[in-house]
């Protein structure tokens, strides 16, 4: 299993349970549940059918992209009851996201790794011009949507995850600024300011070559464009997380808003008032485990409707690059890393005061997805 939610799990298919044409496969089960998947599938029919449509386009326009095998889709009565979509896996592979090194490295570490960095990150760039200048857009860009795999050749790309795919020929041109700056974001812990100036500056390269009205609309010298872009990529921080909460809140029964933060609904309210009221009484009686220039790590035992659970909580500063690590971000990637299967403990809840950001996450081994 490489991911799962709610609506839709992930597989990697080896063998027999492959198709006979690849060696491998990657097959996404999606189920309909509810009024709002009703219309949807009704009006563009089940997901899979739609992602396959997707796929199809982005080959169509020469975006690379995993090869469609096939799709299926199960009815109960008039309405689907779940699809499946199948694509060969591309082998020896790695998302963008899960190149990174799961630690947070130091200004001169940073900076070090440049130059393993950058050609991987001007082939993204390179694969986000393609996608762009051919008229295209990805709603949910990111860099756990970026395939890449380095060849004798270099290093390639491949977009996954193409439901979101649109045609950008009928959307405002700031979308594609959008989709630059949501992948920015996503690689923004590891990345210096540098890198992402050679990769914006990359990335403008290639797609004036392929869009010159492009070029033309930012402006004609390059720093300019760099200049104008980089300033854009400023904004959409607050407002991608803000849209990223107008989704969380259609629908979602699993996480509850509360005065400074969020957490885990199952929790109940009033220890959702608790973590909004009384983290910082909590910071103090914890017991110190680790810290670092820019966070601290404390223990706790509290007591929950599960039972008494042992967290761990951690105090968020101002990294000593200046850049941020915010609570937020933790609460995000634990979550996203729960979605793909991978062995974390899920964050229970996230406060942002003025003075500080705590993030309460239960220990692994102390029943931490009670909750979940």
């Not at 198709?19 to 899979?48: E, M, Q």
């Not at 910071?283 to 110190?288: G, K, N």
């Amino acid at each position: 299993m490489l991911k799962t939610s709610r609506r839709r799990c992930v597989a990697w298919l080896e063998g027999e349970l492959a198709a006979d044409s690849a060696p491998a496969a990657v097959c996404k089960r999606y189920l309909a549940s509810g009024i709002a998947d009703l219309f949807r599938t009704g009006f563009r029919g089940s997901y899979a059918r739609w992602e396959a449509s997707r796929i199809h386009l982005a080959e169509q326009r020469g975006v690379p992209t995993a090869s469609l095998l096939g799709f299926s889709e199960e009815y109960a009565g008039f309405r689907v009851r779940e699809s499946r979509l199948l694509t060969v896996a591309l082998q020896n592979t790695c998302t963008v996201g899960d190149w990174l090194p799961p630690t947070e490295l130091s200004v001169a570490a940073s900076e070090a790794g440049m130059d393993q960095r950058l050609p991987w990150l001007y082939a993204v760039a390179d694969l986000l011009a393609t996608l762009h200048g051919c008229g295209l857009r990805h709603g949910d860009l990111h860099a756990g949507n970026i395939l890449m795999r380095r060849d004798a050749d270099g290093w390639h790309c491949w977009l996954i995850d193409l439901a979101a795919l649109r045609d950008a020929r009928t959307v405002p041109r700031s979308w594609r600024i959008e989709n630059v700056a949501r992948f920015c974001l996503s690689v923004k812990r590891l990345c210096t300011a540098r890198e992402i100036e050679l990769f914006l500056g990359r990335y403008w390269r290639q797609l004036g070559q392929r869009d010159p009205g492009f070029a033309r609309a930012i402006g004609q010298e390059e720093s300019a464009a760099i200049t104008t872009l980089s300033r854009q990529l400023l904004r959409p921080q607050v407002q991608i997380l803000r849209r990223a909460d107008l989704h969380w809140s259609r629908g979602s029964t699993k996480i509850r808003q509360t005065a400074h933060g969020r957490c885990l609904a199952s929790l109940g309210p009033e220890w959702a008032d608790a973590l909004s009221t009384r983290v910082l009484d909590w910071w103090q009686t914890a017991v110190p485990v680790e810290s670092t220039s820019f966070k601290e790590v404390r223990r706790l035992t509290l007591s929950t409707r599960f039972g008494e659970r042992s967290f761990l909580i951690t105090r968020f500063a101002t990294r000593p690059d200046g850049r941020e690590n915010t609570a937020r971000q933790a609460w995000e990637a634990g979550h996203a890393a729960h979605r793909r299967c991978q062995p974390v403990a899920v964050p229970w809840g996230y406060v942002e005061l003025p003075s500080a950001q705590f993030l309460v996450a239960c220990e692994p081994e102390a029943g931490w997805n009670d909750a979940l």
